[in-house]
């Protein structure tokens, strides 16, 4: 006879996981035969018709939420007087936290995938009015290849019509979460929307990229201070394996001004398809079922794979005189597979880039603006100069910050945007801030891929010369389709798109 504790009819097998106002078991269903997770909420917080109201709405919204990547619901019940539970699907693979530190950061193919089908959850959850709040990689489990999205507790609704009621769309919202992966407005106080489990959506992704999250700090104040005063490490410093596609993705989710981030999971989707396309990977499923079998054995695997698209994708590049792809792609094989022999031998890609590089629009559609990237070397340099010293004002060794200056044999130059319409700047995949106060960066020469952000994802990208010691004005007009390139004493070079 079993002398395990029994609720109902499940018996009680072994915790899973503790929460704040709860714990996990795995139980067995004595009626239908089968293992079940069981949460039950303990009774300090079942005795309090807030915490109850909570849990209910977390039944409700798994139950109305069906899809294979949110956990399936059996059954809720009990009484506050004693305990509520509530009981799930049994999950028995492992959550991306677990399987990111024990086999390392995600390759780019894993990381893309695991987004890919988190992307298809949320847009199931936003689509039914719905946001997660509370994404992290212990709410995020794969499971024979399939990723399930667990723990609705903090769930909220952001419209009316809802499956938890009207009531639970109110506008004021209580400040909960994960520090390092919630959102600025969570701390604030602000309404909540869909956006919101987008930021969270790249602060994960961010951390199953580098073990690190993107903001980091000990306390909700110093997490304030963390989003004003910070940026993120650009991922292309400290993953310049990924491409710049998912890069680009990432950094957009977790702005810290929600009108920057993706309007919508959809838009996310759709770029993570796209990263996904360019090194062949087609069914993300399978893909985190051969991952989550071996993890050494698929990482030899999908690099050999990666290599290989990657190869196809500099011939395409170089046969259409794409000198962006080209620069791309090289660089990533170069860290993926350096001696890649394939790659060694295709012709034209050197001749490709020594000739006038050409931009290309990319992304949702063109909204309109006017963005000017300036360089006006011979003053300033000066300036940026006086900038660097007075920052650093602290220093008690002021020839010091005249040594940091750069003043070696490196070329530089000098970038400046201004724009009519707030746009953020990325040069090479790094952040360089935004407008209307975009300050002056010293930058170096060469071949140079800018991207131009607007607020709802809307983006542009350009590939210009920055020639040494010389200046160089980018004029963009989003709304015609046109770019002015022009150096000071010369006509306006107009490109038509």
């Not at 990723?147 to 004021?172: H, R």
């Not at 000739?355 to 909204?367: L, N, S, T």
């Not at 650093?392 to 319409?421: K, Y």
């Amino acid at each position: 006879m079993s002398t395990m504790p029994v609720i109902d009819h499940y018996e009680i097998r072994e915790g899973l996981g503790r929460g704040a106002m709860g714990s996990v078991y795995l139980a067995l269903d004595l009626k239908m035969g089968r293992e079940v997770a069981i949460k039950i909420l303990q009774r300090e917080f079942a005795q309090s018709a807030k915490h109850r109201e909570r849990f209910d709405r977390e039944a409700k919204a798994i139950a109305a939420l069906k899809h294979p990547n949110i956990v399936g619901i059996y059954d809720y019940g009990g009484s506050p007087d004693e305990h509520l539970y509530l009981v799930m699907e049994y999950i028995a693979g492992a959550h991306v936290g677990k399987l990111c530190r024990e086999n390392g950061v995600f390759p780019a193919s894993v990381l893309g995938a695991v987004g890919l089908e988190l992307a298809s959850a949320l847009s199931h959850a936003h689509k039914a009015g719905v946001i997660h709040r509370d994404l992290k990689p212990e709410n995020v489990f794969i499971d024979n290849g399939r990723l399930v999205l667990v723990d609705f507790g903090i769930v909220k609704a952001i419209v009316s019509d809802n499956p938890l009621g009207a009531a639970a769309a109110s506008p004021k919202t209580d400040v909960i979460g994960t520090p390092g992966f919630m959102a600025p407005e969570q701390l604030v106080q602000e309404p909540l929307d869909n956006r919101t489990d987008i930021f969270s959506l790249g602060s994960l992704l961010y951390f199953l990229a580098t073990l690190k999250v993107p903001f980091d700090a000990d306390s909700p104040y110093s997490l304030l201070r963390q989003f004003r005063e910070t940026r993120p490490t650009p991922l292309a410093e400290l993953r310049p394996d990924l491409s710049d596609t998912l890069c680009s993705l990432i950094h957009d989710c977790i702005e810290i001004e929600r009108d920057f981030r993706p309007k919508n999971v959809e838009m996310v989707r759709r770029r993570l398809r796209e990263a996904l396309d360019e090194i062949g990977v087609r069914d993300a499923r399978e893909l985190l079922a051969s991952y989550e079998k071996d993890a050494v054995a698929f990482a030899a695997e999908d690099n050999e794979r990666v290599a290989h698209h990657l190869v196809e994708r500099l011939k395409i590049a170089t046969r259409d005189k794409d000198a962006i792809a080209i620069d791309s792609v090289r660089n990533r094989l170069g860290i993926i597979d350096p001696d890649n022999e394939e790659a060694q031998r295709i012709t034209g890609v050197d001749e490709v880039l020594r000739q006038k590089p050409r931009g290309f629009p990319v992304g949702e559609k063109r909204k309109s603006g006017l963005i000017f990237v300036a360089s006006i070397l011979s003053v300033a340099l000066v300036s940026a100069a006086l900038v660097l010293a007075v920052s650093h004002g602290n220093s008690n060794e002021p020839s010091a910050e005249v040594e940091a200056l750069p003043t070696s044999p490196q070329p530089i130059c000098l970038l400046r945007v201004r724009s009519d319409e707030p746009i953020k700047v990325y040069l090479g995949g790094k952040d360089m801030g935004g407008t209307p106060n975009f300050a002056p960066a010293i930058v170096p020469c060469g071949p140079s891929v800018l991207v131009f952000l607007q607020p709802g994802g809307d983006r542009l990208t350009e590939m210009v010369e920055l020639v040494p010691d010389s200046e160089k004005v980018v004029f963009v007009d989003w709304q015609r389709g046109q770019v002015h390139l022009r150096e000071p004493g010369k006509k306006s070079n107009r490109r038509m798109r």
